[in-house]
């Protein structure tokens, strides 16, 4: 059974900068596709950004530029470096593979202040 575990959330003011971690204790994190979620108070989980195992990602649009998901598989790690916060960013964080397979970790915590 795989294990997530979110860490990196926080209070930060707009234009600040966030580092997230998502480390996956159990089997076969390095051959899985890795999503971020966000949920925003009131709004359904939606993913923000996705990390192949070989690393290419794809972004929502509203994150591009600004959001970089990386992985260092050897340590079971996918990250996410957020810039420009926005107060819209803010939300609980999770990842989890596009397809959901995984139970959700317990999430991070993002709050941006305007």
């Known amino acids: 059974q795989v294990q997530l575990v979110e860490s990196g959330g926080g209070l930060v003011q707009a234009g600040g900068s966030l580092r997230l971690s998502c480390t996956a204790r159990?089997?076969?994190?390095?051959?899985?596709?890795m999503a971020w979620y966000r949920q925003a108070p009131g709004k359904q989980r939606a993913s923000v950004a996705t990390?192949?195992?070989?690393?290419?990602?794809t972004y929502l649009d509203s994150v591009k530029g600004r959001f970089t998901a990386s992985r260092d598989n050897a340590k079971s790690t996918v990250y996410l470096q957020m810039n420009s916060l926005k107060p819209e960013d803010s939300g609980v964080y999770y990842c989890?593979?596009?397809?959901?397979?995984?139970?959700w970790g317990q999430g991070t915590r993002v709050t941006v202040s305007s």
């Open positions: 990390i192949a195992p070989g690393g290419s990602t």
């Open positions: 989890n593979t596009p397809s959901r397979s995984y139970p």
């Open positions: 159990g089997p076969i994190f390095e051959y899985s596709p």
